[in-house]
């Protein structure tokens, strides 16, 4: 993790990666979903209850650097009970803000907005993604009928 984050959201990346939320079984998952991020070795599985079409419950067991951990972390927070048309727009919008783009619409992004620092470093971005790539697929899975994929993050 590099010293030239800003302090604020160091702070705020530093507190999810201690201390990570959704790390819990969760038992009888609708959906499993493993992302890979072979750059920088995080790996991630994650576990869905999904209810008429809301995120009912989620778990997240990440083993990777600061900021995989606590995207994902962030990502526990942002998630639980949306809908998934909700969900899909949060993830979109953290990949615009990633991007360096300004995201299309006005969310309230809460914590989330502390990865907007990893922009200035490419090689973080996928670190950054790894829990968001790994969600929406997982979700399309869902969708078409699947209950477990492993992801490899490109
Ligand atoms: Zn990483």
Same mark, same amino acid.
């Given at each position: 993790?590099?010293?030239?984050?800003?302090?604020?959201?160091?702070?705020?990346?530093?507190?999810?990666?201690?201390?990570?939320?959704?790390?819990?079984?969760? %038992?009888?998952?609708?959906?499993?979903?493993?992302?890979?991020?072979?750059?920088?070795?995080?790996?991630?599985?994650?576990?869905?209850?999904?209810?008429?079409?809301?995120?009912?419950?989620?778990?997240?067991?990440?083993?990777?650097?600061?900021?995989?951990?606590?995207?994902?972390?962030?990502?526990?927070?942002?998630?639980?009970?949306?809908?998934?048309?909700?969900?899909?727009?949060?993830?979109?919008?953290?990949?615009?803000?990633?991007?360096?783009?300004?995201?299309?619409?006005?969310?309230?992004?809460?914590?989330?907005?502390?990865?907007?620092?990893?922009?200035?470093?490419?090689?973080?971005?996928?670190?950054?993604?790894?829990?968001?790539?790994?969600?929406? %697929?997982?979700?399309?899975?869902?969708?078409?009928?699947?209950?477990?994929?492993?992801?490899?993050? %490109?």
């Amino acid at each position: 993790m590099s010293e030239n984050l800003d302090d604020l959201y160091r702070d705020i990346i530093m507190e999810h990666y201690k201390y990570p939320r959704g790390k819990k079984r969760l %038992e009888d998952p609708d959906v499993t979903s493993e992302g890979k991020n072979p750059v920088c070795g995080d790996e991630i599985e994650m576990k869905l209850k999904v209810n008429q079409n809301r995120i009912e419950d989620i778990s997240i067991d990440c083993l990777g650097c600061a900021i995989s951990v606590a995207s994902g972390s962030m990502l526990v927070d942002a998630i639980r009970g949306k809908s998934i048309t909700e969900v899909r727009r949060i993830a979109s919008a953290i990949k615009a803000i990633l991007k360096g783009e300004k995201p299309d619409e006005d969310l309230e992004l809460g914590d989330l907005e502390a990865l907007e620092g990893v922009k200035k470093f490419p090689v973080r971005i996928k670190c950054a993604l790894l829990s968001w790539t790994t969600l929406i %697929e997982g979700l399309k899975n869902w969708e078409n009928g699947k209950k477990n994929e492993v992801i490899t993050t %490109e």
